[in-house]
Structure formats: C-alpha cells, structure tokens
C-alpha cells in the first residue's frame, strides 16, 4: 500500500502576516505537513488614545476597509450604530457579522476600494454622511471618489502600521540562507518591507515562489521583478492556502 502525501510535506513557508494574525495559517500550514516560518513584515497597534464617546454616531454608512477595523472599533466601544454598515473583504465582513453586526454591502470579488464604489449603494450618495473606518494614511481612493461624488466624508483612523521588528528581519534573513519553498504576502506594505528586509538576498526572495493576495497585489509583485507570482483569489488564510498548495503541486508534477 501506497503512503499518503501531505499536501505541503516537507516545504518551507515564509509567513509575513502580523504577529497576533499568523496564527491560524500557521496551523494550517502545519496540518498539510509544512513547516511554516513566521517573520511578521507588519505589526498592527491601536492609535492612543482611541477615540471615546459615540465617535461613530451621526452617519448614513461606516466603511470598514480591513478585519482590524473592525477589532479596533470595537475596542473604540462601537456598539449598534444607528447606520447602515459596508466592509471591504470577506474576512471584514465576517468580524462584523461574528460580532452582532449586520453588512449592508461588501465589496465583491476582488475586495477592493474600487469594486466597492461600482456597488449600486454607493453610486447615488450625494449629501451622504458617510465615515470610513481604517489605518492611518491608508489608500485615498475611497475617500476621494465618495467625496468627488457628493458626500460628506470623514475618516476613523484607529490604527497604525508599523515597520517588521529587528527579530523578524533577522528571520528572514536566516530563512533566506537555509531556503524556503514559498513566501506569503497579503499586502503592498508586507510586500514593501519584505524586500527592504531582504537585504543582500533581495535577489533570492524574488526567485522564490510568491502568493499574494489578489491580482492587483500580484501586479505590483511583477512590477517589482519577482519571477514567480501567484495570485490567490482574496487574502483569506483558506483562499492563500489553496494558492499556495496548487502552485507547489504543478512544481511537484513538473
């Protein structure tokens, strides 16, 4: 009788997910047989102080742009907000549905800003109210495109992204010169900080097998010359996974 294989036996997979975030990929990573290596190339902490009081109160929608929107609005105190609700991404939507909340409209595939605004309710929203929350300094396109359409738009800024730390750097660079069999990048910041991170052995991460979370993050990947994208169909760990075991698999029968 024949010994079953594990879809990942024996491979090596660079995890840059932010610490707190990593965990359940990681796992799964592990059940397939993997080993996966984690060196967060982003770190997500709260903007102090939070806001407090009924910061959300007054609006027609709150966008939330990412899950940590969510985590850090509720941390802010959002409770029953007395608007209708809007998440870009399924995993946004998902934290908002666990936590009582009811989506009006989410973005569809591929999660985007953009596929957001071509949404039927966000076409007509001329003297709207509408408030996003969101990262410091994140993408201007949705804020910009609402505004340019007549609404009254403000921004929640809950949170900041920071730099990898020293460790995961010095991870990285250790894994880089031991070898890994694919890395996993869920946005164009991880992508940004992993190749800064990289150092000397820039050049040995961009021939390695990239998955990426979306097609547009797979463009930016080929326009900074990595030699082996895949794009998966949204940055869920189940959607990054099945990318990730589809591409090792076409390399196993080749």
Known sequence: MGVDVLPLQGRRIGVTRPRRQAGNLCRMIEERGGRAHR????????????????????????????????????????????????????ATAAALEKNGFQVACRAPAPYTSESLLDQDCFRQVNGRRILIVRGVGGRPKLAETLAGRGAEVSLAELYRRLPPS?????????????GLDAVLVTSAEVLANLQRAAGEGVEAL?????????????????????????????????????????????????
Request: aromatic share 8%.
């Open 39 to 90: 060196f967060p190339m982003i770190e997500i902490a709260a903007v102090e102080p939070l806001p407090g009081g009924d910061w959300w109160r007054g609006q027609d929608w709150l966008i939330f742009v990412s899950a940590n929107a969510v985590r850090f609005a509720l941390a802010a105190g959002l409770r029953a907000p007395g608007a209708r609700l809007a998440a870009i991404g399924r």
């Open 166 to 178: 020293r460790a995961a750097v010095e991870t990285l660079r250790a894994c880089l010169c031991r």
């Open 206 to 254: 961009r021939a390695l097998p990239l998955v990426v979370g979306g097609e547009r993050l797979a463009g930016k990947a080929w326009a900074a010359r990595f030699e082996d994208v895949t794009a998966a169909a949204s940055a869920l760990d189940a959607d990054m996974l099945a990318a990730l075991e589809k591409r090792l698999v076409q390399e196993r029968k080749a």
